[in-house]
């Protein structure tokens, strides 16, 4: 999938999910003496269903969005994963395969939050510098996230 059609698909999920959820409010407000029917059982599904659908393209739109910024810089940074029982054995277990997949998998469906300690090391603002033709001061730069 391009880049517009990642977009044009996000979009739509987000006018489905918003359309779902702004027909049931109107029917609980129009009508609220009816108790809640099966078109608004129906809206809500489609609400979160559209939700999941937009949760899990997360990772994968980010991958296709990089090619919209023109410059990359590489830094380490911790990050907190939520893991399945799956994940969890796969990532502790001596098979280098498994445990690259469980990470893989966890990153490409959005499984994961920036958090704890990040830093761009020296070499990357020389790497960056080069690249670039930047002249940034090459030195470690280190933060808490």
């Known amino acids: 999938m391009t880049n517009k059609e990642t977009k044009l698909v996000r979009m739509l999920l987000v006018l489905l999910a918003t359309a779902a959820i702004v027909d049931t409010l109107f029917t609980a407000i129009a009508k609220p003496n009816l108790s809640i029917s099966g078109h608004c059982v129906t809206n809500l599904c489609c609400a979160v269903l559209a939700i999941q659908m937009l949760s899990t393209m ?3 739109a980010t991958k296709l969005e990089m090619s919209d910024w023109p410059k990359k ?9 939520m893991l399945s029982d799956e994940d ?5 277990s001596s098979d280098e395969e498994a ?3 469980a990470i893989l998998k966890v990153i490409d469906e959005g499984r994961y939050l920036v958090d704890g300690e990040a830093y761009i090391p020296e070499t990357a603002v020389h790497d960056f510098n080069a690249e670039y033709g930047t002249e940034y001061e090459a030195h470690d730069i280190e933060v808490s996230i």
């Open 58 to 60: 997360k990772g994968q």
């Open 73 to 81: 810089l590489w830094m380490r940074m911790g990050v907190v994963m």
């Open 88 to 92: 969890e054995k796969a990532i502790f």
């Open 99 to 101: 445990i690259y997949q």
